[in-house]
Each structure stands twice: as structure tokens, then as C-alpha cells.
């Protein structure tokens, strides 16, 4: 097993929670890479997709740029309520 090294990169921050006892509990929530395309290569970076959770809304980053970590953060949808989770379908 390769126990290589690994950083941390930040991609998005300053997530609101709408409810919480403690400051920042309960956001973001789970996270998902998808491509809105499929190709033979999968070479472009990927779009995230991100459960708000305690924000009540579901947020996109799209690529900002070819290469590096540059993302842009758009709401997707806002909810009124808890994200917990988004669901995913290929319907091709």
C-alpha cells in the first residue's frame, strides 16, 4: 500500500448554517464529483456538487479554468430546509 503524501486543498468555504448549537456545525454536507458529460477520457476536471445540509440549499462548483483547484460556487437550488443529501441519475 502506498502511504504517499498528500495536501489539503480548499475549494469553497463560508457555508451559513441556518440552525445550529454549534458555530458551523452541520455544513457543508456530503459532497459528490460529477461530469455533466460523459466522455471516452474523462480527462476535464469534474463538477461538485454539495449537499448545504444546516445552509438549506444544494450548491455547484463548476471549473474555473483547465487546470488547478480554481472553482466557481454557485447556489444550485435553495431548499427551505435541511440538504442532507442530493440525489444522482443517468438517464441515458
Do not use: C, W
Not at 475549494?11 to 445550529?20: D, E, L, P, Y
Not at 456530503?30 to 456538487?49: D, N
Request: hydrophobic share 35%.
Amino acid at each position: 500500500m502506498d502511504n504517499g503524501e498528500f495536501t489539503k486543498t480548499t475549494i469553497a468555504t463560508g457555508f451559513k448554517t441556518s440552525f445550529s448549537i454549534l458555530p458551523g456545525a452541520a455544513s457543508p454536507g456530503f459532497v459528490y464529483a460529477v461530469h455533466p458529460k460523459v466522455t471516452s477520457t474523462q480527462q476535464e476536471r469534474p463538477y461538485i456538487l454539495i449537499a448545504g445540509d444546516g445552509t438549506n440549499s444544494a450548491f455547484i462548483l463548476t471549473p474555473n479554468g483547465t487546470t488547478g483547484f480554481g472553482y466557481n460556487m454557485a447556489v444550485l437550488k435553495n431548499i427551505g430546509g435541511t440538504v442532507g443529501a442530493i440525489g444522482l441519475g443517468d438517464y441515458n
